[in-house]
């Protein structure tokens, strides 16, 4: 009884709905006068594409996963289901797998000037979860001759977090408890109160603040997308009617969204699509099917 009562109860909850945009919807990308790449994860792999819709190209395949990329795009670190790593040189290129790695990488970390990978690692899963043992050992490859030397263990944490300073002569590591700097030549450690984000080195990209006007972009709940010009001045953008959450529906309206590089146009995943909005006309246009995006 208590099986069909929970049975009754999950399919007679009502189903959700994403809305829809109410701006003016363009049937192509004509509107868009700009040749911004950006990089859509799709149920095929990642797509880099032009937010004008042209110059479409395959990065990789839906068997493998997004890691950490270099700043010029020269090397790129992929994972698979099996938690293998994989070394791309440049999008598209020859992969190469990490043995030293197999099944046990997890955070990923390319130094800023592309020559040196730093990875941490998880305990092994293929043992018997009493048997299985972390540490906070790092690897280092060498990203030419992928040459692996190791930063032996201090503890027993896992590094689930691992990013390289912004000048790349530290390393910045997060375990379950604690926050780390890493000397990678000598592998001193010095524990920090709080994770350092604002040193680390990012190569993704998905600005919500212009940097030439100071414009915002900031999610009006499930209703869209505002731009915040100072601290009065509000302005729809990307509007939104009719979204209505079904049962444990806790998924944002919008996914990620950001402005191109002029400002001119924002980057935005709804219902399943990457769209193009203009900022100036408010006119919106769909890119491409996919979920997550970025740009550099």
Not at 194 to 218: I, N
Request: charged share 25%; glycine share 8%.
């Amino acid at each position: 009884m208590a099986g069909l009562l929970v049975s009754t109860f999950l399919t007679g909850c009502p189903a959700g709905s994403s809305g829809q945009i109410t701006n003016e919807q363009a049937d192509n990308l004509d509107f868009v006068d700009e040749k911004q790449v950006v990089f859509v994860e799709t149920d095929g792999g990642l797509i880099r594409i032009q937010v004008d819709g042209t110059e479409k190209r395959k990065i990789y395949g839906s068997e493998y996963s997004f890691q950490a990329v270099a700043s010029d795009q020269s090397l790129w670190a992929l994972g698979d289901s099996e938690s293998n790593l994989f070394l791309m040189y440049g999008p598209g290129g020859e992969l190469h797998r990490v043995s030293q790695l197999d099944k046990r990488s997890s955070s990923v970390a390319i130094s800023p000037d592309g020559l040196r990978v730093a990875v941490s690692r998880h305990a092994n899963f293929d043992l018997a979860q009493s048997a299985r043992i972390n540490d906070d050992r790092i690897y280092l490859i060498d990203a030419q001759s992928r040459e692996v030397t190791q930063l032996k263990p201090t503890s027993a944490e896992w590094l689930t977090r691992l990013d390289w300073s912004k000048d790349g002569t530290a390393l910045y590591g997060s375990s379950h408890d604690r926050n780390f700097r890493i000397d990678p030549l000598s592998n001193a450690r010095e524990t920090l109160a709080t994770f350092p984000v604002d040193d680390t080195h990012v190569t993704r990209k998905a600005p919500r603040e212009c940097a030439a006007t100071g414009a915002r972009l900031v999610m009006r709940n499930d209703e869209g997308v505002d731009i915040h010009r100072g601290e009065d001045e509000v302005e729809r953008l990307v509007v939104i009617e009719g979204r209505e959450r079904g049962f444990h529906d806790y998924q944002a309206s919008v996914g990620n969204f950001f402005f191109t590089e002029s400002c001119n146009y924002v980057v935005f995943v709804f219902d399943g699509a990457v769209w193009l909005a203009d900022v100036k006309t408010k006119v919106v246009g769909r890119l491409i099917e996919g979920g997550r995006t970025w740009r550099f």
